[in-house]
Nanobody, 121 residues
Framework: QVQLVESGGGLVQAGGSLRLSCAAS????????MGWFRQAPGKARDFVAT????????EYADSVKGRSTISRDNAKNTVYLQMNSLKPEDTAVYYC??????????????WGQGTQVTVSS
């Protein structure tokens, strides 16, 4: 089992920045690719970004590409999502997940509880 706890969400004005963190415990963190997904009210949970086990390879959704950076620190068992130039449409609950390197949520076995990000216009 892998336990994931997200933090760093909050209320920010459009154009601002946030850094989300996801702390993992349980099984070996570096054995898993990590992903960030988000879910707005009434919508499906969508892919945001993923990072390989080593941290060398990353992939982003078009909606956040160029504005967000995913990174990980395997020594600290933590994955991060730096989000810049935030827009109101970025408002959602953000979830981190552990699993296989993919943009498909079905390939992730473990999920955190989520952290709310609200961007005001």
């Amino acid at each position: 089992q892998v336990q994931l706890v997200e933090s760093g969400g909050g209320l920010v004005q459009a154009g601002g920045s946030l850094r989300l963190s996801c702390a993992a415990s349980g099984r070996t963190f570096s054995n898993y690719a990590m992903g960030w997904f988000r879910q707005a009210p009434g919508k499906a949970r969508d892919f945001v970004a993923t990072i390989s086990r080593s941290g060398i390879i990353t992939e982003y959704a078009d909606s956040v590409k160029g504005r967000s950076t995913i990174s990980r620190d395997n020594a600290k068992n933590t994955v991060y999502l730096q989000m810049n130039s935030l827009k109101p449409e970025d408002t959602a609950v953000y979830y981190c997940a552990a699993g296989s390197y993919s943009a498909q949520k079905g390939t992730y076995n473990y999920w955190g509880q989520g952290t709310q990000v609200t961007v005001s216009s």
